[in-house]
């Protein structure tokens, strides 16, 4: 089943090659577009239902498109991901769309916001979808705060200062697991970033452009 879905991403992912250069998506895929998530479990339900408030209320400053946060849990589930860092919590849309798949693999969330008043909506969006034991809130500047930081991590997900980018990768790559992903959102806003992953033998990257552009990394074995 994980080669299917492999080979179904690839489909929707070009790879990346050393020459990356940033260019615009055609015809990208609505939220309309999308056939809509079926709850499965109790759980789930309450965690999609939290979401479509925040969307009503308009709490989604900075935050992934539903597309991106659908990949985000089918990324986390397949993979069997138990630490999930977190560079830029916003308001929890997209951490809520992780702890889909944490409440099923026994897993744990690590976010980090800069900003308190953000901070404290995604701890209340968490709160109301019964997931905070899943999560914890680091609030302050992500740049410092990740050293505290243990390995092994399964997944790293980057959506936060663009320019920092690159110091996020420097910094939690050693701590990322052998097998183990770095995902980064709105990718064509980080060229700098894009080209050093591709120069890295040690990763291997594909880009999902259904949504905000999501990079998917690999560290390899």
Not at 26 to 37: G, K, L, M, W, Y
Not at 81 to 86: G, I, M, S, Y
Not at 106 to 122: C, K, Q, V, Y
Request: charged share 25%.
């Amino acid at each position: 089943m994980r080669l299917l879905f492999v080979l179904g991403l690839l489909l929707v992912c070009p790879p990346l090659t050393s020459g990356w250069q940033p260019r615009l998506r055609r015809n990208p895929v609505t939220r309309e577009d999308q056939t809509p998530s079926q709850p499965r479990t109790a759980t789930e339900k309450l965690i999609l239902s939290v979401l479509e408030e925040a969307v009503q209320a308009d709490e989604v400053w900075a935050n992934v498109p539903e597309t991106d946060g659908r990949m985000l849990r089918l990324l986390a589930e397949s993979t069997g991901a138990k630490n999930v860092v977190e560079i830029g919590t916003s308001t929890g849309l997209s951490g809520l769309w992780f702890c889909m798949a944490l409440d099923r693999t026994h897993g744990h969330l690590t976010t980090f916001e800069l900003d308190p008043r953000r901070a404290a909506i995604a701890q209340e969006h968490f709160r109301k979808a019964g997931v905070e034991k899943l999560v914890t809130i680091i609030q302050g500047d992500a740049h410092q705060n990740v050293k505290q930081l243990k390995l092994p991590i399964d997944i790293v997900f980057i959506d936060a200062d663009k320019d920092g980018y690159l110091d996020y990768l420097t910094k939690l790559l050693p701590l990322v697991r052998p097998g183990g992903l770095i995902l980064a959102h709105n990718v064509e806003m980080v060229p700098e970033y894009m080209k050093a992953i591709a120069a890295r033998p040690e990763l291997e990257t594909v880009v999902y452009s259904q949504g905000g552009g999501l990079a998917v990394t690999l560290k390899k074995r």
